[in-house]
Structures are given as C-alpha cells and as structure tokens.
T-cell receptor
Framework: DAGVIQSPRHEVTEMGQEVTLRCKPISGHNSLFWYRQTMMRGLELLIYFNNNVPIDDSGMPEDRFSAKMPNASFSTLKIQPSEPRDSAVYFC??????????????FGDGTRLSIL | GDSVTQMEGPVTLSEEAFLTINCTYTATGYPSLFWYVQYPGEGLQLLLK?????DKGSNKGFEATYRKETTSFHLEKGSVQVSDSAVYFCALSKSGTYKYIFGTGTRLKVLA
C-alpha cells in the first residue's frame, strides 16, 4: 500500500523566496496534519484538516504560512516569503477518523527545508 | 492538559542488551497509546499501539503494556540490534479530540 507521499524531499532556497511543500495522503484517510520538526522545539502541529476543511490552524507560526487541501488526495503548505528560521523538516501525516482514539497517524518521509 | 513524558536520551546500549524506554502520561478519560520510531532521514513510523488498560502492543520484538494504575507505557526489547538505533516517540490520542500528544522522543544508539 502506498503511504503518505511528500515532495520535494529536500528544498534549499534563498531567503525571501516562496516555498511550496506537497503532500498526498493515504487513500481513504479523511484527516491530514502538517507538522514541523526542529531540534529546539521537537514536533509541532501546524494545521489539521478534516474532510478537506481546515479545522485548527492555531499552530501556523504567522501569516507567511498558508495551507490548502483542494481535494482528498492533495495538500500544500506554502511559505511566502521564507526566512532562515523556517529551516526545519516538515512532515505530513494522515489518519482515518482522527478523534476516534485508536487510529494511528501515518507519516510521510518529510521535506527537509533549508532557507539560506 | 494532557501530556506525555519520556525519559531523556540518548540511551546507549551494546548489541544484545535489554532495552527499556520509559513513558508516562497524563490524560483524562481512556486514551489510546502509541510508540513510533523515526530512523534517520525518515518520518515517524508506527511501532505498536494499545487501546485499553492491560493491553500489550508488540511488533518486531518490541513490547509495551498499557498500565492505567501507573499511567505508563514503557517500551521494552529483550535484545537490541544496531539496526534499532533510532529516535522513539511515545504518543497518546483520545476519542473526541483530533490531537495526538507526542513525547519529546528518546534517541537510542546501539553499538556493535
């Protein structure tokens, strides 16, 4: 079975540029999460979608970050303009029925983002 | 609020040693508990889970028992291998809330 697919795996860009990260969740999963992982802060939840609708974006650091889920099989996380402090590994995860307790999250392999 | 506490790492062991990584939780109600493993350069992978008290999750030689009386879910393995070197995350989720609470992770290094 195909897992969560993220692209690109690595992104290196200069400060001020727009960055778009992409995610394809597992087919049939109705919950999608974007996380950021850094050494200093660990794993942080950025935004949660349920049935393609953003439910909680309280973890999005600031207005430079935006996320969309136009359909059940695709989501994007965009940073515009990017800053060096945005450098991190960004993970997408999906699950079936978040809120039903016993369903685990399935993670992609992440995008390692470096802003110079 | 709900939380998960893991032992500080790194944990360094020789091959074939016994492994314990401690995890305790604070949560109202009856959470489900999970252990995830993250290998270098990869995402978190579900290792095992337990959904009610006294359940034992197991996978790839790893085990953890859901102990409600001590609010713990310690990860154990009888004989670790170099290939087990990774970061291990304890996590919980609860019915009625979408949030998964993750611990800070424990890095395991196994030496040949």
């Amino acid at each position: 079975d195909a897992g969560v697919i993220q692209s690109p795996r690595h992104e290196v860009t200069e400060m001020g540029q727009e960055v778009t990260l992409r995610c394809k969740p597992i087919s049939g999963h109705n919950s999608l999460f974007w996380y950021r992982q850094t050494m200093m802060r660990g794993l942080e939840l950025l935004i949660y979608f349920n049935n393609n609708v953003p439910i909680d974006d309280s973890g999005m650091p600031e207005d430079r970050f935006s996320a969309k889920m136009p359909n059940a099989s695709f989501s994007t996380l965009k940073i515009q303009p990017s800053e060096p402090r945005d450098s991190a590994v960004y993970f997408c995860a999906s699950s079936l029925g978040a809120g039903t307790s016993n369903q685990p999250q399935h993670f992609g392999d992440g995008t390692r983002l470096s802003i110079l | 609020g709900d939380s998960v506490t893991q032992m500080e790492g790194p944990v360094t062991l020789s091959e074939e040693a016994f492994l314990t990584i401690n995890c305790t939780y604070t949560a109202t109600g009856y959470p489900s508990l999970f252990w995830y493993v993250q290998y270098p350069g990869e995402g978190l992978q579900l290792l095992l889970k337990a959904t009610k008290a006294d359940d034992k999750g197991s996978n790839k030689g790893f085990e953890a028992t859901y102990r409600k009386e001590t609010t713990s879910f310690h990860l154990e393995k009888g004989s670790v291998q170099v290939s087990d070197s990774a970061v291990y995350f304890c996590a919980l989720s609860k019915s009625g809330t979408y949030k998964y609470i993750f611990g800070t992770g424990t890095r395991l290094k196994v030496l040949a």
